[in-house]
């Protein structure tokens, strides 16, 4: 079979997949360029893991059509699988076998001989940081070294594409951060990644466009920083030296920046998300007038920052609703 040129990675129109009488996604568009990390964000239940099944021909869609490399998912199945791997959100590893006894096994189911099974897992043991670990049994291993091998696992043949579905979710930020670098080398050797992923930093640290999926549908793409532009220049935190100045403070800061000013928790602070459009020197500008103004109403400051929006103040903006981390995804 001849193998289709194209630049894109994943193109996909209008996919849908259906569980009974729940659409769990509901007409999914997406090109990804080949050879980037492409950031697939959204919280639980907004159809990432669904979409990414469909698109590893694991799921049949329903409706709509995509291709991987210029093979259709349903129809050319076979060359799709031959050139992509999946890491999904639980480690898909016996947990029985030691790290190498692992990875010498599915090299060996994928078509290595002994000798070269075994080199395989060495080179993957030692380039994630495993070597020590290789002869203990994986049930033993913590949580940032399972997600590592489990990535390792995914890489025994090394595919053009990788779907990494919340790799990092419940790790600690030191393991985050360990399979961060790992998705950047896969990367720079040549393999496009597709993240699914609940959290911003995590995309705006590894992926050079992002789409936001919520209940099913893309409701935005773009860069990082294009998504950050499109709800607001980020957030004016100020904290106040006394809370009994805050109804002045609040009234003030409303007036002076013309956007919600929000009561923080606590008794002192106020948080408000600065005007979309706004470039770094005019949010800058913005806080400085706003500190200014607070000073001259006689109103004491103890510390203010401004900082980029969070993924709840992101999400709030383009869904009217914030994330629901405790919203779970139909399963098939």
Not at 163 to 185: A, K, M, Y
Not at 188 to 214: H, M
Not at 268 to 283: F, H, K, M, Q, W
């Amino acid at each position: 079979m001849s193998t289709p040129q194209t630049d894109l990675a994943i193109a996909s129109s209008g996919l849908i997949k259906n569980f009974g009488r729940t659409q769990a996604v509901r007409g999914i568009d997406l090109e990804v360029p080949a050879g980037v990390v492409y950031g697939v964000l959204g919280p639980n239940g907004a159809g990432k893991t669904t979409a990414v099944r469909m698109l590893s021909t694991l799921l049949r869609p329903d409706g709509g059509e995509a291709t991987v490399f210029g093979h259709d998912i349903v129809r050319e199945a076979a060359a799709v699988r031959a050139r992509v791997s999946l890491t999904g959100q639980y480690a898909s590893i016996d947990e029985d076998l030691t790290g190498t006894e692992n990875l010498v096994l599915l090299g060996r189911l994928l078509g290595h001989r002994k000798p070269g099974a075994r080199r395989r897992a060495g080179e993957l043991l030692e380039a994630f940081g495993l070597t020590e670990a290789a002869d203990r049994q994986v049930k033993n291993y913590s949580g940032g070294m399972r997600r590592r091998i489990d990535i390792a696992a995914s890489i025994i043949t090394t595919p053009d594409l990788l779907f990494l579905d919340e790799p990092t979710t419940g790790l600690d930020p030191r393991s985050r951060n360990q399979v961060w670098e790992i998705v950047r080398i896969i990367v720079a050797q040549g393999t496009t990644v597709l993240l699914t992923t609940q959290y911003l930093d995590e995309a705006d640290q590894l992926a050079s466009r992002i789409a936001v999926i919520d209940r099913g549908r893309v409701i935005a793409d773009g860069t990082p920083g294009e998504l950050k532009s499109s709800v607001g220049s980020g957030s004016l935190h100020i904290r106040l030296h006394s809370a009994a100045q805050r109804p002045e403070a609040q009234r003030l800061l409303t007036r002076t920046l013309g956007v919600e000013v929000q009561l923080d928790p606590e008794p002192v602070g106020l948080t408000a998300r600065l005007r979309a459009g706004e470039s770094d020197a005019g949010a800058a500008e913005q806080a400085s007038r706003s500190l200014h103004e607070l000073a001259a109403a006689g109103i004491a400051v103890d510390n203010f920052s401004l900082g980029q929006p969070s993924l709840d103040e992101v999400f709030l903006t383009l869904t009217d609703h914030p994330a629901n981390p405790d919203e779970q995804e139909v399963a098939a």
